[in-house]
């Protein structure tokens, strides 16, 4: 099994998610955008899953791999491949359905440590 990320910047790898999928099975491959490397064939990948980074889904003018992504997602969709996005990411997906992206107008930025409750008596 091949999972493919597509990565937009340095900073945004995988984190905690290389650990799940090496656990699940899957062999890993990357595409670094920010790098100019190309967009491989979907035959063999299995899973795509899309990082986050600080640029805006709309940046395609700055960022001219964008339109190229968003077409590879769409058709990784329509191919049937299970697709994760994660922040930016999950704005790509969006965008490559058709959706039309906007600014919030509170900025969210990384992870943060999730702490379990109790669950209540009924």
């Given at each position: ?81 299970p697709v994760l996005g994660i ?36």
């Amino acid at each position: 099994m091949r999972a493919h990320y597509l990565q937009h910047v340095p900073f945004e790898g995988l984190g905690s998610i290389e650990t799940w999928l090496h656990t699940a099975g899957y062999d890993i491959s990357s595409t670094k955008l920010y790098a100019a490397e190309s967009l491989p064939a979907l035959d063999g990948i299995e899973m795509l899953i899309i990082m986050g980074g600080p640029m805006s889904v709309n940046d395609e003018e700055q960022y001219p791999w964008l339109g190229n992504e968003k077409t590879f997602i769409q058709q990784a969709i329509d191919s049937g491949i299970p697709v994760l996005g994660i922040c930016l990411g999950a704005q790509l997906i969006a965008s490559a359905m058709g959706a039309k992206i906007f600014a919030n107008p509170v900025k969210e930025i990384g992870w943060f440590p999730i702490t379990s409750v109790p669950a209540p008596i009924i």
